[in-house]
């Protein structure tokens, strides 16, 4: 077998996707983390579950 064979259909998010599209891809496709992309496709960096979480929680104490 080579890397071919395991290979599956790349995941990304642009910087302007809403965080929910970062959060139904890490779901729908067992992901931890997904690239972000610029709006010429480049990666200018990763989200994570973490990241994610972080956003949330920020949210809940901002509205407490």
């Known amino acids: 077998a080579i890397v071919a064979d395991a290979m599956v259909a ?8 809403e965080l929910r599209r970062a959060v ?5 496709r067992d992901l931890r983390s997904v690239p972000v992309l610029d709006d010429a496709g480049a990666i ?3 989200i994570d579950e973490h990241d994610i ?3 949330a929680m920020r949210g809940r104490e901002e509205g407490a």
């Open 44 to 46: 200018v960096g990763m």
């Open 24 to 28: 139904e891809l890490l779901v729908a």
């Open 10 to 17: 790349p995941a990304s998010v642009t910087l302007g996707a």
């Open 53 to 55: 979480a972080a956003v």
